[in-house]
């Protein structure tokens, strides 16, 4: 995760990060540090490569998970559906827009779901 402030781009420290499968069971939860990412990456169950090797498995070669971003005076952050491919290391940015900015909406969120690959 990179989280960060919307338009100068400036680290956020202390964004909650949880990360769920499509059921909505936690996989992790963690909090950025003070250049706006985690500390360890967080490992997801993701199908054997193999599954991605050869048209018509019958096999999706990615893992679904959902992540939500959230930090005191900013916007929540949903993302529904994001895929988790095996042996890549997915990196998520977080543009982070602070309430400051949108007046009169102090509970706005974002939710953006990732549409599934065209394999």
Known sequence: MQA????????????????????????????????????????????????????????????DVNLYARLENFETIEIENLQVFPGTLTVQDLAMIPLSELPGVWNKGKTFDTPPQNL
């Open 4 to 63: 960060y402030t919307s338009n100068a781009r400036i680290p956020l420290q202390g964004a909650a990060i949880t990360i769920t499968r499509p059921d909505g069971s936690a996989i992790a939860m963690r909090l950025t540090n003070r250049s706006g990412t985690l500390d360890t990456p967080i490992e997801i169950s993701v199908p054997d490569r193999s599954a991605s090797q050869s048209p018509n498995t019958g096999i999706i070669p990615f893992s």
